[in-house]
């Protein structure tokens, strides 16, 4: 790996010889689009929306799949390159819906945004169009194939980054799709439900079920957390709207996760919301269970805890806290024990 | 973990033991793939049962469940009969190296593939590929550790990365992988009967001083208290008369579930602090509506020591109330005020009084993400890797030692091995998961793992009803034919409240640890009538 002095768009950069002019370009704040390139995977080069000018090179180059050399001199949005990126967006939109109105994606597809970037309103070209069965036959994951402009993510992202490989493209030219072998419905292929080609689909192709018609990327606010499943720590944003939860998403390159998540983690949010959740304290009454004040509640427990403190001594009390709660909570309830009833039976299913 | 997540993918062979990684701990799994996949990292998985990461491994060894030192010391019988030890490691960060060699030499591969029941051969190839890589990590999980003997395969593995130097550099370490989000912090918050936060003793006169000075008390006791297995039989006994459960589901989660009923039963009071109303919650005097994971401020430390921040997202429930304030609120009702208490105030008390926490704050988090400790002083950066050029404790201690045999071995009686753990869509005690519609329907109900052979000789057939029982309790759930378990062992997932796998366990502990035998216990398989006139487990009312 070597420093490497480049120019483009007019700005000097230094970078590595590592990099590809995309990464390049993109670590100095110039942006080049692109469709088919994400970052948790090897470039690919499919889509050729990232084409750019590279001085003394023959032909233009794909960004994504060029690595930066030293001296190299590059223009990323000259008047062929915005052409031919108008032409490849209008091919593309000759055999999409148009549907943006109801689609789960719009505010997140990149191919909205980049149709919107480049003024693309209609295909000038007129051709056949695929009309594909939307497939629901699990209860995560959607696949509308006529949304799909093959980029490949979501097979490289199970193959890749997943190590699964749940999809391929079958089928050939105007009729390739990423498909599930012998189209077998998800549920009898091996996929394991992390949603990892939901998070990388650039267009409404591949979709969350438990999200449709939750909330607009617009209408969400992004709050970022740890999850609380296993001890993996990955990096979670909660996307709320009018205080509920109605997807998850990780930010990418972030944490011990880097963007990645498994079945629990993005789609094991709405326990949080359940009707069974605990909303009054509840005592014993009779032999049951009855809702009753925090006053209450709160005073039986001291009450108790005192009258065994005092009865047969701070040990004869005991408390579990627990591997589920935050530091801060544990911390305190050991703080209970210790400082406040006087004794170290405090303990928690390290064990279990 | 010694190590980090992240460096995983610098090790030449990772040696996964005890742990069904891409189902316990998704995530870690998929970094262990692409090691594999990417960097051409060999990988071994010791295992009982054939487990998804065995298709991405360079070698499977499926010992018998509880046989994992005869396994170990086996390898490492190889590596020092083959001269592939690590001698300048051994020679200058280590102690105690001959009386552990004396213990291995017994251990020829021979021997140790008559107890644990991988080849001979295959235990020397998976020494030869640990001992030959310039890198090797071990990652383990209640596989090693739920055992009587799970001080004793802790401690192999600690052997193992000695022997071979594999320790205190990225691509290697002994990394266990702690089971729930914040098992590790709950353990550094000393929610532990011997420590108070950061492991400083309760037995340590100056660690009592400091916190006696710092929580303005003067009667801290020195005297360890009880572990959660000995609290129940304590509350069975009646010695406990106030038991105070804050977020946990021992009805599910523990072993002898029909013995823990009896200790809830008998306990004067019992408060049981959650989200839910639990199978444990069932049996309180009180239950306090607490608040999850979305509706506070905090943090969690995980598996690499990593503390990282909980944010509120969403307003909680009801009257359901932040977990913080319900336990001040019972402080001062016992006259001891605890003054506010937001979480970053006290996240600076345990900065305060927790040197391996010192420099963790707040506004240090919102700026850094990320840090894992030992974080001494505020201006230190975290340690990613313990034992960096010198063992913590000064030299590296070898353990002798010697297999010993589970607590409970088949018979004629009960002659199948049962194995628990968890399953990819479900988590813990299901108390969640199951919760969660979708999640539910992928796996909708339990299943005992059987193997053809058994399944066979027993007249089951794939998706049957059959009863397993043990000399403590019974479940009845549908037989899953599969030989991804071996002939003679059965698993069976502890997920599932109607068909628990904890009421059959059993509740034999560990000598140090006090960790439960949850992975090895005897059973049957009952079918047809036989299955008639039993009292089966279950917590659906």
């Known amino acids: ?352 | 973990m010694t190590n980090s997540i992240d460096d995983l993918e610098k090790a030449g062979c990772i040696l996964v033991i005890g742990s069904n990684t891409t189902e316990g701990h998704p995530i870690i799994g998929l970094r262990i793939k692409q090691a594999v996949m990417q960097n051409e990292c060999k990988l071994i998985v010791a295992e009982p049962r054939h487990i998804r990461l065995c298709y991405y491994a360079d070698q499977w060894l499926q010992q018998r469940p509880g046989s994992d030192v005869a396994l170990l010391n086996g390898m490492m019988n190889v590596i020092l009969a083959e001269g592939l030890a690590d001698e300048e490691f051994i020679r200058e960060r280590t102690e105690g190296f001959e009386e552990f060699k004396k213990v291995v030499e017994e251990y020829a591969p021979e021997r140790a593939s008559e107890i644990c029941g991988v080849e001979a051969d295959e235990i020397r190839r998976a020494a030869r590929t640990f001992a030959g890589a310039e890198r090797a990590a071990i990652v383990y999980a209640m596989g090693i550790t739920q055992h009587t003997t799970g001080v004793d395969n802790v401690l192999s593995l600690a052997n193992l990365a000695m022997l071979t130097g594999n320790l205190g550099m990225e691509g290697t370490g002994v990394n266990p992988l702690r089971g729930q989000n914040n098992v590790q912090g709950a353990c550094d918050m000393g929610g532990l009967p011997n420590v108070f936060t950061g492991y400083q003793a309760v037995a340590d006169a100056k660690t009592r001083d400091k916190f006696e000075t710092a929580w303005g008390v003067d009667y801290l006791s020195g005297n360890p208290g009880l572990t959660l297995m000995e609290m129940m039989d304590g509350a069975h006994a009646g010695d406990i008369k106030v038991l105070y459960i804050m977020g946990e589901n021992p009805v599910i989660s523990d072993p002898d579930v029909e013995h823990l009923k009896e200790a809830l039963e008998r306990v004067d009071f019992l408060v049981v602090q959650d989200i839910f109303l639990t199978e444990t919650a069932r049996y309180a005097d009180v239950v306090l509506p607490a608040v999850s994971f979305a509706e506070k401020e905090g943090t969690f430390t995980n598996t690499d020591r990593r503390v990282q921040r909980v944010r509120k997202a969403v307003e909680p429930p009801g009257e359901a109330r932040d977990d913080l304030w319900i336990i001040a609120q019972v402080s001062s009702r016992l006259g001891y005020d605890m003054g506010d208490t937001p979480a970053p105030r006290i996240m600076e008390e345990i900065a305060s009084l927790t040197p391996s926490y010192g420099g963790i704050s707040y506004a240090r988090l919102e700026e850094e993400g990320e840090l894992r400790w030992p974080c001494p002083s505020a201006d230190h950066p975290g340690t990613p890797i313990l034992h960096v050029g010198k063992i913590t404790r000064g030299k590296g201690l070898f353990s002798p030692v010697e297999y010993r045999p589970p607590a409970e071995l088949p018979d004629e009686e009960y002659p199948l091995v049962m194995t628990t753990g968890r399953l990819l869509a479900h988590y813990h005690t299901g108390t969640m998961t199951r919760r969660v519609k979708a999640l539910d329907e992928l796996v909708p109900r339990n299943q005992v793992w059987v193997n053809p052979g058994d399944a066979e000789k027993l007249g089951v057939g794939n998706g049957q009803e059959v009863a397993l029982q043990s000399r403590r309790g019974s479940i009845r759930l549908e037989a899953k034919v599969t030989d991804k378990v071996g002939e003679g062992v059965v698993f069976v997932p502890f997920h599932f409240g109607e068909s628990p796998a904890n009421a059959l366990t059993n509740p034999a502990l560990d000598p140090v640890a006090k960790i439960p035998e949850f992975k090895v216990a005897a059973v049957r398989i009952l079918t047809g009538e036989s299955m008639a006139g039993i009292n089966y487990s279950t917590s659906v009312t």
Request: hydrophobic share 35%; net charge negative.
């Open chain 1, 1 to 352: 790996m070597e420093q490497v002095h480049l120019n483009i768009d007019g700005k000097d950069i230094l970078t590595t010889s590592d990099r590809t002019i995309l990464e390049a370009a993109r670590e100095n704040g110039i942006r080049i689009p692109s469709l088919c390139n994400e970052q948790r995977m090897e470039p690919y080069g499919a889509c050729r929306i990232c084409l750019v000018e590279v001085e003394g090179a023959r032909g233009l180059l794909p960004a994504c799949y060029t690595t930066v050399t030293d001296g190299m001199v590059v223009h990323t949005a000259t008047e062929e390159l915005i052409r031919i990126r108008r032409t490849i967006l209008e091919l593309i939109l000759s055999d999409h819906p148009k549907d943006c109105m109801t689609c789960e994606s719009t505010g997140s597809c990149e191919l909205q945004d980049l149709a919107y970037e480049y003024g693309v309103k209609d295909a000038r070209f007129r051709g056949e169009e695929h009309h594909y069965e939307v497939l629901a036959d699990n209860p995560l994951i959607e696949r509308d194939y006529d949304k799909c402009i093959l980029c490949g993510r979501c097979i490289r992202i199970c193959r890749e980054v997943q190590g699964v490989g749940v999809y391929d493209f079958v089928n050939r030219g105007f009729d390739s799709v990423p498909g599930i072998p012998y189209d077998k419905p998800m549920m009898e292929s091996p996929c394991e439900f992390c949603g990892q080609c939901v998070s990388t689909c650039p267009t409404g192709a591949i979709t969350s079920i438990p999200s449709k018609g939750k909330g607009r990327s617009w209408q969400v606010e992004k709050v970022r957390t740890t999850c609380a499943y296993c001890g993996c720590g990955c990096q979670l944003d909660l996307h709320v709207r009018e205080g509920e939860i109605v997807e998850v998403s990780s930010p990418l390159m972030v944490g011990p996760g880097q963007g990645n998540l498994c079945v629990k983690g993005r789609y094991g949010y709405s326990f949080v919301q359940h009707e069974d959740r605990l909303t009054t304290p509840l005592v014993r009454k009779g032999g049951d269970l009855v809702p009753a004040a925090w006053e209450e509640a709160l005073g039986m427990v001291a009450n108790h805890i005192r009258e065994a403190m005092d009865d047969e001594g701070p040990d004869s009390v005991a408390f579990l806290s627990s591997a589920r709660c935050t530091n801060e909570e544990n911390y305190l309830l050991m703080k209970l024990a210790r400082a406040v009833v006087g004794t170290n039976n405090v303990d928690h299913c390290a064990r279990l």
